[in-house]
Protein backbone atom coordinates (compact mmCIF):
# COMPACT_ATOMS: atom_id res chain seq x y z
CA UNK A 1 0.00 0.00 0.00
CA UNK A 2 0.94 3.31 -0.68
CA UNK A 3 2.14 5.92 2.21
CA UNK A 4 -0.07 9.35 2.32
CA UNK A 5 1.22 11.44 5.26
CA UNK A 6 4.19 10.68 7.82
CA UNK A 7 5.15 12.76 10.81
CA UNK A 8 8.51 13.12 11.95
CA UNK A 9 8.75 12.85 15.97
CA UNK A 10 12.47 13.39 16.68
CA UNK A 11 15.72 11.25 17.32
CA UNK A 12 14.21 8.06 18.91
CA UNK A 13 15.21 4.40 19.24
CA UNK A 14 13.59 1.92 16.86
CA UNK A 15 12.39 -1.46 18.20
CA UNK A 16 11.97 -4.29 16.20
CA UNK A 17 8.74 -5.21 17.74
CA UNK A 18 5.52 -3.14 17.43
CA UNK A 19 4.57 -0.06 19.79
CA UNK A 20 1.06 0.87 19.98
CA UNK A 21 0.35 4.59 19.07
CA UNK A 22 4.27 5.02 18.17
CA UNK A 23 6.37 4.62 15.09
CA UNK A 24 2.99 4.51 12.51
CA UNK A 25 2.98 5.13 9.34
CA UNK A 26 -0.58 6.35 8.35
CA UNK A 27 -2.24 4.45 5.56
CA UNK A 28 -4.12 5.49 1.84
CA UNK A 29 -7.02 3.53 2.93
CA UNK A 30 -7.18 5.23 6.71
CA UNK A 31 -5.59 2.56 8.24
CA UNK A 32 -2.94 2.59 10.65
CA UNK A 33 1.08 0.08 10.41
CA UNK A 34 1.97 -0.26 13.78
CA UNK A 35 5.69 -0.30 12.79
CA UNK A 36 5.75 -2.73 9.81
CA UNK A 37 8.76 -1.81 8.25
CA UNK A 38 10.97 -2.92 11.39
CA UNK A 39 9.02 -6.09 11.98
CA UNK A 40 9.03 -7.51 8.23
CA UNK A 41 12.42 -7.06 8.54
CA UNK A 42 13.41 -8.15 11.91
CA UNK A 43 11.24 -11.69 10.89
CA UNK A 44 12.96 -11.95 7.66
CA UNK A 45 16.91 -11.67 9.22
CA UNK A 46 16.17 -13.77 11.84
CA UNK A 47 14.49 -16.97 9.37
CA UNK A 48 17.65 -16.46 7.20
CA UNK A 49 19.72 -16.53 10.13
CA UNK A 50 18.16 -19.53 11.33
CA UNK A 51 18.61 -20.80 7.62
CA UNK A 52 22.52 -20.67 8.00
CA UNK A 53 23.24 -21.89 11.02
CA UNK A 54 21.16 -25.25 10.33
CA UNK A 55 22.76 -25.48 6.83
CA UNK A 56 26.12 -24.52 8.32
CA UNK A 57 25.58 -27.62 11.10
CA UNK A 58 24.38 -30.09 9.53
CA UNK A 59 25.99 -29.78 5.85
CA UNK A 60 29.03 -27.64 6.39
CA UNK A 61 30.98 -29.02 3.39
CA UNK A 62 27.54 -27.93 0.93
CA UNK A 63 27.50 -24.62 2.91
CA UNK A 64 31.31 -23.32 2.49
CA UNK A 65 31.04 -24.41 -0.87
CA UNK A 66 27.95 -22.02 -1.53
CA UNK A 67 30.00 -19.19 0.63
CA UNK A 68 33.21 -20.01 -1.90
CA UNK A 69 31.35 -19.76 -5.23
CA UNK A 70 29.58 -16.91 -4.22
CA UNK A 71 33.03 -15.16 -3.54
CA UNK A 72 35.09 -15.95 -6.24
CA UNK A 73 35.36 -12.79 -7.52
CA UNK A 74 36.95 -11.51 -4.22
CA UNK A 75 40.49 -13.28 -3.36
CA UNK A 76 40.21 -11.67 0.65
CA UNK A 77 36.47 -13.38 1.00
CA UNK A 78 37.53 -16.44 -0.75
CA UNK A 79 40.74 -16.33 1.79
CA UNK A 80 38.77 -15.78 5.00
CA UNK A 81 36.55 -18.96 3.98
CA UNK A 82 39.31 -20.96 3.48
CA UNK A 83 40.53 -20.61 6.76
CA UNK A 84 37.11 -21.15 8.24
CA UNK A 85 37.27 -24.29 6.61
CA UNK A 86 40.64 -25.28 8.20
CA UNK A 87 38.59 -24.45 11.67
CA UNK A 88 35.59 -26.83 10.55
CA UNK A 89 38.47 -29.97 9.80
CA UNK A 90 37.45 -28.97 5.95
CA UNK A 91 40.04 -29.07 3.23
CA UNK A 92 39.88 -27.38 0.30
CA UNK A 93 42.41 -28.96 -2.43
CA UNK A 94 43.84 -26.83 -5.17
CA UNK A 95 42.40 -26.41 -8.52
CA UNK A 96 42.60 -29.63 -11.05
CA UNK A 97 42.72 -29.24 -14.98
CA UNK A 98 40.96 -33.02 -15.36
CA UNK A 99 38.69 -32.65 -11.94
CA UNK A 100 37.87 -28.95 -10.86
CA UNK A 101 34.68 -27.32 -12.51
CA UNK A 102 34.07 -23.88 -12.81
CA UNK A 103 32.77 -23.56 -9.18
CA UNK A 104 33.67 -24.99 -6.59
CA UNK A 105 32.65 -28.35 -5.56
CA UNK A 106 31.92 -30.16 -2.60
CA UNK A 107 33.27 -33.52 -2.27
CA UNK A 108 32.53 -36.52 1.07
CA UNK A 109 34.69 -34.28 3.85
CA UNK A 110 36.78 -32.04 0.70
CA UNK A 111 36.14 -29.09 -1.32
CA UNK A 112 37.46 -28.78 -5.02
CA UNK A 113 38.99 -25.63 -6.29
CA UNK A 114 36.61 -23.58 -8.88
CA UNK A 115 38.40 -22.73 -12.08
CA UNK A 116 36.37 -19.94 -11.70
CA UNK A 117 38.29 -18.17 -8.33
CA UNK A 118 41.80 -18.54 -10.55
CA UNK A 119 43.14 -15.22 -11.78
CA UNK A 120 43.71 -14.71 -15.23
CA UNK A 121 41.33 -16.99 -16.12
CA UNK A 122 38.06 -15.53 -17.79
CA UNK A 123 35.00 -17.30 -18.18
CA UNK A 124 35.64 -18.13 -21.75
CA UNK A 125 38.17 -19.73 -21.15
CA UNK A 126 37.19 -22.25 -18.26
CA UNK A 127 34.04 -22.80 -20.98
CA UNK A 128 36.63 -23.91 -23.28
CA UNK A 129 38.49 -26.03 -20.85
CA UNK A 130 35.51 -27.76 -19.67
CA UNK A 131 34.51 -28.26 -23.22
CA UNK A 132 37.53 -30.15 -24.45
CA UNK A 133 38.11 -31.88 -21.46
CA UNK A 134 34.68 -33.72 -22.35
CA UNK A 135 36.34 -35.62 -25.03
CA UNK A 136 38.45 -37.47 -22.36
CA UNK A 137 41.11 -36.20 -19.38
CA UNK A 138 43.97 -34.30 -20.40
CA UNK A 139 47.59 -36.41 -20.56
CA UNK A 140 49.67 -33.95 -20.42
CA UNK A 141 50.81 -30.50 -21.25
CA UNK A 142 51.02 -30.81 -24.67
CA UNK A 143 47.46 -32.04 -25.25
CA UNK A 144 45.98 -29.91 -23.41
CA UNK A 145 47.34 -26.95 -25.41
CA UNK A 146 46.65 -29.19 -28.67
CA UNK A 147 42.96 -30.21 -27.46
CA UNK A 148 42.09 -25.99 -26.34
CA UNK A 149 41.54 -23.05 -28.36
CA UNK A 150 44.70 -21.30 -27.27
CA UNK A 151 43.16 -17.61 -28.87
CA UNK A 152 41.70 -18.02 -25.66
CA UNK A 153 43.13 -19.59 -22.66
CA UNK A 154 46.33 -17.68 -23.55
CA UNK A 155 49.79 -18.01 -22.23
CA UNK A 156 49.38 -15.76 -19.09
CA UNK A 157 45.93 -18.47 -18.33
CA UNK A 158 48.45 -20.85 -18.42
CA UNK A 159 51.11 -19.83 -16.33
CA UNK A 160 48.80 -19.44 -13.68
CA UNK A 161 46.96 -22.77 -14.03
CA UNK A 162 50.86 -24.28 -13.70
CA UNK A 163 52.07 -21.93 -10.73
CA UNK A 164 48.42 -22.61 -8.64
CA UNK A 165 48.83 -26.58 -9.42
CA UNK A 166 46.46 -27.23 -11.89
CA UNK A 167 48.51 -29.23 -13.77
CA UNK A 168 50.21 -31.21 -10.73
CA UNK A 169 48.51 -34.24 -11.56
CA UNK A 170 50.17 -34.30 -15.10
CA UNK A 171 53.29 -33.20 -14.08
CA UNK A 172 54.07 -32.38 -10.55
CA UNK A 173 57.43 -30.29 -11.94
CA UNK A 174 55.60 -26.66 -12.15
CA UNK A 175 59.35 -25.65 -13.35
CA UNK A 176 59.46 -27.94 -15.94
CA UNK A 177 56.11 -26.89 -17.18
CA UNK A 178 57.24 -23.41 -17.28
CA UNK A 179 60.17 -23.77 -19.23
CA UNK A 180 58.06 -26.45 -21.88
CA UNK A 181 55.02 -23.87 -22.49
CA UNK A 182 56.44 -21.51 -24.87
CA UNK A 183 57.72 -25.01 -26.79
CA UNK A 184 54.42 -26.49 -26.36
CA UNK A 185 52.51 -23.53 -27.58
CA UNK A 186 54.12 -23.14 -30.59
CA UNK A 187 53.92 -26.45 -30.93
CA UNK A 188 50.23 -26.63 -30.54
CA UNK A 189 49.25 -23.49 -32.84
CA UNK A 190 51.26 -24.92 -35.82
CA UNK A 191 49.29 -27.92 -35.36
CA UNK A 192 46.08 -25.99 -35.38
CA UNK A 193 46.88 -24.26 -38.33
CA UNK A 194 47.84 -27.05 -40.13
CA UNK A 195 44.09 -28.45 -39.65
CA UNK A 196 42.42 -25.49 -40.42
CA UNK A 197 43.81 -25.65 -43.82
CA UNK A 198 42.90 -29.20 -43.92
CA UNK A 199 46.45 -30.96 -43.64
CA UNK A 200 47.11 -34.17 -41.44
CA UNK A 201 50.08 -35.36 -40.53
CA UNK A 202 51.61 -39.53 -40.99
CA UNK A 203 51.23 -39.06 -36.74
CA UNK A 204 47.80 -37.74 -36.32
CA UNK A 205 46.82 -41.15 -39.16
CA UNK A 206 48.47 -43.39 -36.76
CA UNK A 207 46.69 -41.96 -33.82
CA UNK A 208 43.98 -42.20 -35.07
CA UNK A 209 44.11 -46.17 -35.65
CA UNK A 210 44.50 -46.87 -32.30
CA UNK A 211 48.05 -48.12 -32.39
CA UNK A 212 49.81 -45.60 -30.07
CA UNK A 213 49.67 -45.75 -26.59
CA UNK A 214 48.62 -42.53 -25.72
CA UNK A 215 45.83 -42.83 -28.18
CA UNK A 216 47.67 -39.79 -30.53
CA UNK A 217 51.38 -40.49 -31.61
CA UNK A 218 51.60 -37.05 -32.67
CA UNK A 219 51.83 -35.84 -28.67
CA UNK A 220 54.99 -38.23 -28.09
CA UNK A 221 56.61 -35.37 -31.47
CA UNK A 222 55.45 -32.74 -28.70
CA UNK A 223 58.78 -30.48 -28.05
CA UNK A 224 60.23 -30.41 -24.15
CA UNK A 225 62.49 -28.20 -22.82
CA UNK A 226 66.15 -29.42 -20.90
CA UNK A 227 65.35 -30.48 -17.46
CA UNK A 228 65.00 -28.45 -14.49
CA UNK A 229 64.60 -29.00 -11.12
CA UNK A 230 61.48 -28.15 -9.57
CA UNK A 231 60.95 -24.89 -7.26
CA UNK A 232 61.27 -24.98 -3.62
CA UNK A 233 58.35 -25.24 -1.31
CA UNK A 234 58.78 -21.71 -0.81
CA UNK A 235 59.04 -20.88 -4.29
CA UNK A 236 55.58 -22.30 -4.93
CA UNK A 237 54.10 -20.71 -2.26
CA UNK A 238 55.26 -17.11 -3.28
CA UNK A 239 54.07 -17.37 -7.17
CA UNK A 240 50.77 -19.19 -5.81
CA UNK A 241 50.37 -15.73 -3.40
CA UNK A 242 51.31 -13.76 -6.83
CA UNK A 243 48.88 -15.56 -8.94
CA UNK A 244 46.02 -16.70 -6.93
CA UNK A 245 45.83 -14.13 -4.12
CA UNK A 246 46.67 -16.93 -1.30
CA UNK A 247 48.20 -20.16 -0.80
CA UNK A 248 46.73 -23.23 -1.89
CA UNK A 249 49.97 -26.28 -1.30
CA UNK A 250 50.53 -24.96 2.49
CA UNK A 251 50.90 -21.77 4.59
CA UNK A 252 54.10 -20.33 4.95
CA UNK A 253 53.90 -20.07 8.65
CA UNK A 254 52.28 -24.16 8.97
CA UNK A 255 55.35 -25.10 10.72
CA UNK A 256 55.22 -22.43 13.44
CA UNK A 257 51.57 -22.51 13.74
CA UNK A 258 51.36 -23.83 17.29
CA UNK A 259 53.69 -21.57 18.56
CA UNK A 260 52.19 -18.41 16.92
CA UNK A 261 48.65 -19.31 18.56
CA UNK A 262 50.21 -18.82 21.87
CA UNK A 263 52.34 -16.24 20.61
CA UNK A 264 49.69 -14.10 19.35
CA UNK A 265 46.32 -15.43 19.22
CA UNK A 266 44.60 -13.14 17.05
CA UNK A 267 45.72 -12.68 13.26
CA UNK A 268 45.97 -9.14 11.69
CA UNK A 269 42.21 -9.66 10.18
CA UNK A 270 40.80 -9.11 13.81
CA UNK A 271 42.41 -5.81 14.89
CA UNK A 272 38.93 -3.71 13.75
CA UNK A 273 37.59 -5.91 16.25
CA UNK A 274 40.29 -5.09 18.90
CA UNK A 275 39.54 -1.69 21.08
CA UNK A 276 41.46 1.13 20.75
CA UNK A 277 44.72 1.42 22.20
CA UNK A 278 44.53 -2.47 22.91
CA UNK A 279 48.09 -3.76 22.70
CA UNK A 280 48.36 -7.08 20.37
CA UNK A 281 51.00 -9.05 19.15
CA UNK A 282 51.06 -10.63 15.32
CA UNK A 283 53.31 -13.14 13.58
CA UNK A 284 53.78 -12.16 10.53
CA UNK A 285 56.16 -12.36 7.24
CA UNK A 286 56.95 -9.53 5.73
CA UNK A 287 56.47 -9.89 1.88
CA UNK A 288 58.17 -6.58 1.08
CA UNK A 289 60.39 -3.74 1.76
CA UNK A 290 60.51 -0.72 0.00
CA UNK A 291 63.10 2.09 0.58
CA UNK A 292 62.35 5.71 0.53
CA UNK A 293 64.58 8.58 0.60
CA UNK A 294 63.74 11.83 2.13
CA UNK A 295 64.32 15.23 -0.19
CA UNK A 296 67.56 15.29 1.87
CA UNK A 297 68.59 12.25 0.42
CA UNK A 298 68.89 10.36 4.04
CA UNK A 299 66.84 7.05 4.19
CA UNK A 300 63.50 6.96 5.90
CA UNK A 301 63.64 4.84 8.69
CA UNK A 302 61.92 1.34 8.22
CA UNK A 303 59.50 0.77 11.06
CA UNK A 304 58.82 4.30 11.54
CA UNK A 305 56.11 3.70 8.45
CA UNK A 306 56.15 0.32 7.90
CA UNK A 307 54.16 -1.01 11.18
CA UNK A 308 51.67 1.44 11.29
CA UNK A 309 50.54 0.89 7.58
CA UNK A 310 50.49 -2.52 8.05
CA UNK A 311 47.99 -2.30 10.97
CA UNK A 312 46.10 0.56 9.16
CA UNK A 313 45.34 -2.25 6.15
CA UNK A 314 44.29 -5.59 8.41
CA UNK A 315 47.13 -7.79 6.04
CA UNK A 316 47.18 -11.50 7.39
CA UNK A 317 49.99 -13.31 6.79
CA UNK A 318 51.24 -11.49 3.65
CA UNK A 319 53.57 -13.65 0.94
CA UNK A 320 57.25 -14.66 1.24
CA UNK A 321 59.78 -13.08 -0.35
CA UNK A 322 63.53 -13.25 -0.90
CA UNK A 323 63.86 -9.74 0.55
CA UNK A 324 65.14 -8.99 4.27
CA UNK A 325 64.58 -6.80 6.24
Not at 124 to 135: F, K, P, S
Amino acid sequence: MKIVARQSLGMQPVYDIGVANDHNFLLANGAVASNCFNKSHSTAYAYVTYQTAYLKANYPVEYMTALLTASSDSQEKVEKYRENCQKLGIEVLPPDINRSEKYFTPQTHTILFGLSAVRNLGEGAIDGILQAREAGPFISLADFCDRVDLRVVNRRALETLILCGAFDGLNPNRNQLLQDLKLVIDWAQSRAKDRDSGQTSLFDLVGNGGTSGNGNAALEQAPSAPPVPDFTLQEKLKLEKEHLGFYVSEHPLKSVQKAAQLLSPINLGQLEECKAKKKVSAVVIISDVKKITTKKGSQWPLWNWRMPRVRRKGLCFPAPTSASA
